[in-house]
Each structure stands twice: as C-alpha cells, then as structure tokens.
C-alpha cells in the first residue's frame, strides 16, 4: 500500500482552482501588461533621462506614444481589477440587512452596474465610429484614437459581462467568486 494513499488531503488542496477563464484571463493580463508596462518605462527612461536631459534632443512624439500606452494599460486593467475583485466596493447598508435581502440587493447593484457598463461601451464604440470624422488624434504624431475608443469599448463590455456573471453566480449561490491571485487570506 502506498503511503500517500492514507494521507489526508490539505484544505488547499482540496479546494478547487481557478478556471480555465481565469487561467487564460491572468496570463492574458499578465503579459499585455508587463509589456505594456515595460515598454513605457524604457520609452520615458529614454526619453526623458537620454534624450531630453543628457542630448537636448527629446523625440518627438513620444508623449503621444505614452499617453496612448496609459490608455491601453488602464483599459486592460478594468475587466481584470472587475475579474480579482479590485474595484471598491461599499457594503455599509448590506451588512445591516438580513441575508436574503442583501443578496439581492447585491445581484440587483450589479445588474444595473453591468447594464450602465453596456450603455458605456455602446457610447465609446458611436464616439470610436466618430473620431476619424471629427479628427480626434493626439497632437504630435496624428495617431488617431478611434482604436482606443473600440479597445475601451470592448474592454467595458468585458466588465459588463463579469458583472452580469456575478450578479447570477450572487442569485445562484449566494456568494459571487472573484479570481484569486494566488494570496492566501
């Protein structure tokens, strides 16, 4: 007989991971941003430091091209903060009321908090349609931001689609589970 057999299984062991979503989700996020990231403090190390300080000859552009990386690192970072659980959330009435009722209060704040998130995401992809015919673009380079317009509109549509995943897991089970970050309580 095996010795491994008679043990007894850890409580962590037990539990059950994350989910295939939530496994491509964090590597997902990972990735884009650490590059993201990365590449933002290169160019601004670069510019600023080497360029600008050391050679008087800053590159031009380069500001557009780190505004435009804060955009894409923030809008990123909302479904996955809405995913781990990261946004504030203030649950002072809830804790006063009995159970059931907080429950679907809950449920009920993030339906509406989702159906916001889609009348949001509708009007970035109308004002991402409207951008290249008003001439919205940065000021040096004349990047337009009709893509960051669409990225933040799926990406609010992305935390539309958590929210309404929580507030039917809330009805379901009681409970909403955010992804765990691997941190122990």
Request: aromatic fraction near 10%.
């Amino acid at each position: 007989m095996n010795v491994s057999e008679n043990k007894p299984q850890s409580a962590a062991s037990k539990a059950a991971g994350p989910g295939r979503f939530d496994k491509w989700f964090a590597n997902i996020a990972l990735a884009t941003g650490c590059t993201i990231l990365v590449l933002m403090t290169l160019l601004c190390v670069f510019n600023v430091l080497i360029m600008r300080k050391l050679l008087n000859a800053p590159i031009t552009g380069a500001e557009d091209v780190l505004i435009l990386c804060l955009v894409g690192f923030v809008a990123l970072s909302i479904p996955f903060g809405a995913r781990t659980g990261a946004h504030i959330e203030i649950e002072v009435v809830s804790e006063l009321l009995p159970c059931a009722m907080a429950r679907w209060m809950q449920a009920f704040a993030r339906l509406a908090g989702g159906a916001f998130l889609v009348l949001m995401a509708w009007q970035l992809g109308m004002a991402g349609t409207q951008a290249a015919r008003f001439g919205e673009v940065t000021q040096q380079l004349a990047i337009s931001y009709e893509p960051f317009y669409y990225l933040l509109s799926v990406c609010f549509m992305l935390f539309a689609a958590i929210q309404f995943f929580d507030a039917c897991r809330i009805i379901r089970k009681g409970r909403s589970a955010p992804m765990s970050l691997g941190g122990g309580e």
